[in-house]
């Protein structure tokens, strides 16, 4: 097979199968687990394919080694030889399983210097950074900010300066000039048709046509529209004599009018890109200061690193080094801005001339699922990116998720050609002004079939949806009913005890004692105040308030340095639980995307539809992938300017396909049962025919459903890879293992994101002193410094700690405490200095650095 590959996957048609049997043709070719970089649009989907290939590896069947075979051409009897080995090395080794944001992260974190930045930066949300901007600016620069933010009608001008900046490495190079054309010049083009209809209409059009006080009353009607006869492209009003030159007149007109809005737009987007310049300066300095990075400001980083011309050549090949394969879920909702930090690594796998040979490509995904085209999601990139790698590709047509009735229909719906798996199921499609009436009609006829009530998802266009169909449902049926919103860790109920219970720490109020001890049935206390994991912890020991939410939650404080910090962040929190049955399932289309259903209800708006229509609209180079130019959307602009009217068409095509790509995802999660309750007039629906079809087939019974053995048998596949240090500590030295974490990361990346991170285990004055006694018997050498040197010695792999670059080289091994025995760390030092004289060609010297008792020991 191609070593660059494209897959199209449509829904249900195993997707992640193929994914993971890709992923492990690679590690059968013997390539080092971090060696294959595999990118996912989530960290579900991460945490899903990491699974499945540890599932796929001790269950390899003949079945996947034959399609192993047939991607790498490893004879099977070869594959089944290297099992054990390829196990091993899995099992013990760092995985390269990424999102995008978190390998952006480590684009940052690793070149955070080549930024400005510090590398122990945090993430967090940068909050009123635009207030900040605002107060940055001079008394008349805010004046005549706010002039122009009064032209943006009902736009949010912050999130519109934060999408600018987060579409930024895709915008254009702007050059804005203007015409001399002014506002009377135009009136004077219009003033000749006015006396065109005076001179040869009607007595009513005579009396109808009258030169206008303004512009804005010639292009636009009392109703705001512009007038039917300026939407033709030829002069034709009832009752008035046509002729050529009333023809020659008309036109000049309407070019006028085209020339004058152009010179707006071009007023408008200068002052807007002016503004934006002044914020994004503002914002890089802001951040650069305070050391807290937003995901949107990772992501700018880490482009502007990749793209840079004096830092571009060594980056990559620092990042390309150890990168053989790159694979590439869901790349239909891959954006533009995303796709560039990737472009150079796989540019140069192709051009052949990189350190390592035999490397690949592959990616996978469904351009009828691409439905995040708001988030900046490029659907075309995926045959741009097939065409400019001359790809090999492939598709997978068999279902084995919908049954066959539910394939066929949508087959019919979106002119399909699958097959499926298996044959049965229902179809219901109906039309109804009354959408919430309807769903409960249909929720009893499954009630009525033999459906439980946790087998059953409804999916709903908008947030908004889904609180209206919840409530219906528990007014209606007094039904439990599961969503987004309560599945959140904050919503359950001994996290949210324990909450209450923190606020009544600070503030004694009888509602946070009354919401603890209505759920715990136990008396609230003041407690002694420590760090917020530390006394979440003691709360569920004292008070017995252990499950799965109150895990999370400690897990969601570690990241508060104190308790006001972590209640005033806590309900933001968006960690959800994984949900393990219950009520009736609603939630968003969008949300359901990479799921499935037995029984999936599917309704079109419950409330309103709501036009929305951009302020500005991006004109697309002919590739469909790159910014070619930028237009304000004036109103009713479309009938004046034929280059504005084309960019429009073309977002309102791409609008109304991602519309269809929504509807083709709510259709395509259904295994058992697909019902839709659409409007007569639906602008979602309009592919689906009214139909009823099959079956329905009844829930099992909880017994035979989730009462069958897991039977697993553990086998032992080597140590996990990590620094020998760990290995002397005992199994339960946890103490001892995160002094030696706080200690390497703290050197690495910084001291402000160690204490961060391991506050919760070593008090933050051991970390900073065991930092400050490294750096203490560090200064003896001199040389250029290098931390967390990741090299492969004859299969072996290696992470020096510090690198000293001289006339002789120095390598630095850090421990934060001294072992009785030291012949693992001494021995482990002696094969980096190994390393480093084969690699380099250069005398080495080796060291032990222990902090716990300020000593430098030569190996």
């Known amino acids: 097979m191609n070593s660059f590959y494209a897959l199209l996957a449509s829904a249900g048609t195993g997707k992640t199968y193929s994914l993971t049997l890709h992923y492990l043709a690679r590690l059968f070719e013997k390539r080092e687990p971090y060696d294959i970089l595999a990118i996912t649009f989530t960290n579900k989907a991460a945490n899903e394919m990491r699974e499945r290939a540890g599932e796929f590896l001790c269950s390899l069947d003949k079945a996947k080694l034959k399609a192993i075979k047939e991607i790498n051409g490893i004879d099977e009897k070869v594959l089944q030889k290297r099992l054990d080995e390829i196990k091993h090395s899995f099992y013990s080794s760092s995985l390269n399983i990424r999102t995008i944001d978190s390998f952006a992260q480590v684009i940052v974190r690793k070149f955070a210097s080549y930024a400005g930045l510090s590398s122990d930066f945090a993430i967090a949300e940068v909050e009123g950074i635009f207030e900040l901007f605002l107060e940055s600016l001079s008394a008349r620069e805010f004046e005549r900010f706010l002039d122009f933010i009064r032209k943006f009608e009902r736009e949010d001008i912050a999130q519109f300066l934060e999408f600018l900046y987060e579409k930024d490495k895709e915008l254009p190079n702007l050059h804005f000039t203007t015409s001399k054309i002014e506002e009377a010049d135009v009136l004077q083009l219009y003033q000749k048709i006015v006396d065109h209809i005076q001179q040869y209409g009607s007595q009513s059009k005579k009396a109808s046509f009258t030169m206008p006080n303004s512009l804005q009353e010639a292009i636009y009607n009392r109703s705001g529209k512009v007038p039917a006869w300026l939407q033709r492209d030829e002069f034709a009003i009832s009752g008035v004599k046509m002729c050529s030159l009333a023809q020659r007149e008309f036109e000049e007109f309407k070019r006028g009018v085209a020339e004058y809005m152009k010179n707006i737009e071009v007023?408008?987007?200068?002052?807007?890109?002016n503004f934006y310049q002044k914020y994004k300066k503002y914002r890089l300095e802001f951040i650069k200061q305070n050391g807290e990075l937003d995901f949107i400001d990772i992501k700018y980083i880490a482009n502007e690193l990749v793209s840079s011309h004096i830092h571009s050549q060594f980056l990559q090949f620092r990042l390309d080094a150890r990168i053989e394969h790159i694979l590439f879920d869901e790349f239909q909702d891959t954006s533009a801005q995303d796709w560039m930090l990737f472009e150079p690594l796989v540019d140069e796998i192709y051009s052949g001339q990189g350190q390592k040979e035999q490397r690949g490509f592959f990616l996978v995904g469904d351009t009828k699922q691409a439905i995040y085209g708001f988030r900046g999601g490029n659907e075309r990139l995926?045959?741009?990116v097939i065409d400019k790698y001359q790809m090999q590709t492939g598709e997978l047509k068999l279902n084995y998720r919908s049954k066959s009735n539910i394939v066929d229909y949508v087959n019919k719906a979106f002119n399909l050609h699958q097959k499926a798996n298996e044959s049965g199921g229902y179809v219901d499609v109906s039309e109804s002004e009354d959408i919430l009436k309807t769903l409960g009609q249909k929720l009893e006829l499954l009630w009525q079939n033999g459906v439980i009530d946790k087998d059953i998802a409804i999916l709903v266009p908008t947030n908004d949806d889904i609180i209206k169909v919840s409530e219906y449902i528990k007014e209606q049926f007094q039904k439990e009913v599961t969503t987004s919103s309560s599945k959140l860790v904050v919503h359950q109920p001994l996290a949210r005890a324990i909450i209450s219970l923190l606020r009544y720490q600070i503030e004694p109020k009888e509602f946070y004692r009354f919401e603890f001890e209505a759920i715990s049935a136990q008396k609230a206390e003041q407690l002694p105040r420590?760090?917020?994991?530390?006394?979440?912890?003691?709360?569920a020991d004292r008070y017995t308030l252990w499950d799965r939410s109150v895990k999370l939650l400690v897990q969601i404080a570690t990241k508060y340095k104190d308790l006001e910090e972590f209640l005033e962040h806590i309900e933001s929190e968006s960690i959800q639980m994984q949900s393990r049955g219950g009520g009736i399932e609603v939630l968003t289309i969008h949300k359901s995307k990479g799921l499935s259903f037995a029984h999936t209800i599917v309704l079109d708006r419950v409330g309103k539809e709501r036009s929305f229509s951009p302020k500005i609209i991006f004109d697309l180079a002919d590739d469909g992938i790159h910014i070619a130019g930028i237009y304000w959307n004036i109103k009713g602009r479309e009938y004046f300017d034929k280059n504005f009217k084309r960019?429009?068409?073309?977002?309102?095509?791409?609008?109304n396909k991602e519309l269809k790509n929504v509807a083709y995802v709510a259709l395509t999660r259904a295994k058992e049962s697909l019902i839709l309750i659409k409007k007569p007039k639906t602008k979602r629906f309009w592919m689906a025919h009214t139909s009823k079809i099959g079956s329905i087939t009844p829930s099992l019974e909880d017994e035979q459903k989730y009462s069958s053995r897991f039977d697993y048998s553990y086998r032992y596949f080597g140590a996990q890879e990590v620094l020998e240090e760990e290995r002397e500590y005992k199994a339960n030295d946890y103490p001892a293992i995160y002094r030696g974490k706080a200690l390497h990361e703290a050197?690495?990346?910084?001291?402000?994101?160690?204490?961060?991170?391991?506050?919760?285990?070593?008090?933050e004055a051991e970390i900073e002193e065991m930092v400050q006694s490294a750096k203490k018997l560090e200064k003896g050498f001199d040389g250029k410094r290098y931390r967390e040197i990741p090299f492969v010695l004859q299969n072996r792999l290696g992470i020096i700690d510090l690198l000293i670059e001289g006339k002789r080289d120095v390598v630095v091994d850090y421990k934060s405490a001294k072992p009785s025995d030291e012949r693992v760390y001494m021995n482990q030092v002696r094969f980096y200095k190994e390393a480093c004289q084969k690699l380099?060609?250069?005398?080495?010297?080796?060291?032990?650095l222990y902090t716990d008792i300020n000593e430098l020991k030569e190996v």
């Open 267 to 273: 007023t408008f987007l200068a002052t807007l890109f």
């Open 382 to 384: 995926f045959d741009y």
């Open 530 to 539: 420590k760090k917020p994991a530390v006394m979440i912890r003691e709360i």
């Open 647 to 655: 960019v429009k068409e073309q977002y309102e095509q791409q609008k």
């Open 747 to 763: 050197m690495e990346v910084g001291l402000k994101y160690a204490k961060r991170r391991y506050r919760s285990f070593v008090p």
């Open 840 to 848: 380099r060609r250069k005398e080495t010297k080796g060291y032990l």
